[in-house]
């Protein structure tokens, strides 16, 4: 049960979630048939202003909820409802017959966000205490070649080369498996200083090594530094306040490919046992945004699930979807004993 201004200050959130209309006393009434007077609703709004719980818009008289608002009902009154559509599809991904962690955290997050109308972020396992188990180069055709990086946490990254006519693919192959030999066991935050190191090596195997080992520097970088996965970026557009305005659109966009944000986010997620909230100026480079992150045990190691959206984004959906994914996630890894990057 709640108190008054309790239960007024959270029809008041979720009107603002659904509609994305600021609202005053007369719509609370309507739409919530709430069993106070007009006068009652319109001296709590106020007292709500006043402790910073909401705010007027620059647009209209009505009320919007404030961060401080938000995060008072994140905390305080919000339902910690599951869709029961959103289990039925995970467990569908979990019971299945997908082998890899990629495969397995690509479904998930695909449904997440489907689910939720936000966009999914994987983070990949910390650079610092994660090696590199093989490279793996494999001949797609006479002029290119993929070679396929893999960690011993079971992260994966490709990069495919076309050959020049001057160069064998043979070649290429000769020097990716004396570079395994070198590099197989060097923390991957280690790779681009090694790399550098081991170019004489690649000198000595290919005729213009310039442009292998530079292909091989490039992979390396991004892999070292670009550890993020998206999810449902197109989820954005159901939004009307990113929908309705392409600069606000845009900067959002911006932020997602902001991997020094996710970075952050990561080691604060990390730090913390309970899901990671961040509401509005909380998040320094956008205002405009809302998100919240996790921790997934993979057994061998962990990685961070964040779902971004606009600050009136459904928190109690996002929330619980992402305790319900976590606990599954957890559970399913666990079970699996580690052997979760098995192709």
Known sequence: MLNRRDTILKCIVEYFIKKAEPLGSQTLIEEYHLPYSSATIRNEMLELEKMGYIEKTHTSSGRVPSTKGYRYYCENLRDNSVSEELKHSLQTVLEGKLQSVEEVIKESCEILSHMTNLVSVVMGPDEKSERLASIQM???SSNSLTAIFVTDKGYVENKTFIVPDNISADEIVDCVKILNERLVGTPVNELVDKVEVLKPVISDYVVSHDLVYQALLETFVRFASDRLSLYGREELLNHPEFKNDSNKLMNVLKLLNDSSLFKEVENET??????????????????????????????????????????????????????????????????????????
Do not use: H, W
Not at 302 to 326: F, H
């Open 138 to 140: 494999i001949k797609i």
């Open 270 to 343: 990390r730090m913390s046992e309970d899901p990671l909230l961040k509401i509005g100026d909380e998040v320094e480079i956008n205002p405009d945004v809302g998100l919240v992150s996790t921790k997934i045990n993979l057994g061998n190691g962990e990685t961070s699930i964040c779902l971004v959206g606009p600050k009136r984004m459904d928190y109690d959906n996002a929330i619980s979807a992402l305790e319900y994914l976590q606990e599954a996630l957890n559970e399913y890894f666990k079970n699996r004993g580690g052997n979760n990057s098995d192709a």
